[in-house]
């Protein structure tokens, strides 16, 4: 049982490239979630999805698209990177009802710096 | 828009001190109020809070929901070197679909 992992664990761009970062997780989980966290900032909410086929937008969007092809992936596309998204990425995942307060899991991260 | 205020920002304690976390928020339709622990990579969860459940201890850390006040503390006693870490706290609402809105965290140093 290997939770959530996440690929790459480190990568480098530069401006105007386009990038997947991978989520998988092994344990049934509906909802999935792509943060991205700077210094002095805690994590901000990217995109989310509530089960397989469907995304939402959370807080921080602009920039970012995701996709929910399967139920234990959720991928986050970069299609033209900028220096404002160097920051590094997590992924979560939670099971449990739309509205408990089931906590999530965290993947291991990604640092992505954009040049 | 939910909010989530964590003080102070960062600590500096030796070994043997006890030391309170902070935590005030404001959510709609408050569900739970979570604690995580994060040192070099992804954050491990520590406590969970719902209005049935405001009081939560494992080992040397404890903490406490107050929803007259809207705030939590997480106290840790008898620190050591392998408590630095940052300590995010997080709120979830009742339509949000279990998203997690994060403060800033404390970035807790403890000296030898």
């Known amino acids: 049982n290997a939770g959530v992992t996440q690929t790459p664990k480190f990568r480098v761009l530069k401006t105007g490239q386009s990038m997947t970062l991978l989520c998988a997780q092994d344990?049934?989980?509906?909802?999935m979630y792509w943060y991205r966290q700077d210094p002095g900032m805690g994590l901000r909410l990217i995109h989310y999805s509530v089960g397989e086929g469907t995304t939402a937008k959370g807080e921080v969007p602009d920039g970012y698209n995701v996709s929910r092809l399967k139920k234990q992936n959720f991928l986050l596309g970069l299609e033209s990177a900028a220096p404002s998204q160097t920051s590094v990425y997590f992924c979560?995942?939670?099971?449990?009802?739309?509205?408990?307060?089931?906590?999530?899991?965290f993947g291991p991260g990604t640092r992505l710096t954009v040049t | 828009e939910d909010k989530v205020v964590q003080s102070p920002l960062s600590l500096v304690v030796h070994e043997g001190d006890t030391v309170t976390l902070n935590c005030s928020y404001e959510?709609?339709?408050?569900?739970?109020l979570l604690w995580y622990k994060q040192e070099k990579k992804a954050p491990t969860f520590l406590f969970m809070l719902t209005s049935s459940g405001i009081e939560k201890k494992s080992g040397r850390l404890s903490s406490i929901l107050d929803k007259k006040e809207l705030s939590s503390i997480l106290n840790i006693t008898a620190t050591q070197t392998g408590d630095s870490a940052i300590y995010l706290c997080?709120?979830?609402?009742?339509?949000?679909?279990?998203?997690?809105?994060f403060g800033q965290g404390t970035i807790l140093t403890v000296h030898p």
């Open positions: 344990m049934n989980h509906e909802y």
């Open positions: 959510v709609t339709n408050f569900r739970s």
């Open positions: 997080a709120v979830t609402g009742g339509t949000s679909y279990g998203k997690l809105t």
């Open positions: 979560a995942s939670r099971g449990g009802g739309s509205g408990s307060g089931a906590e999530q899991y």
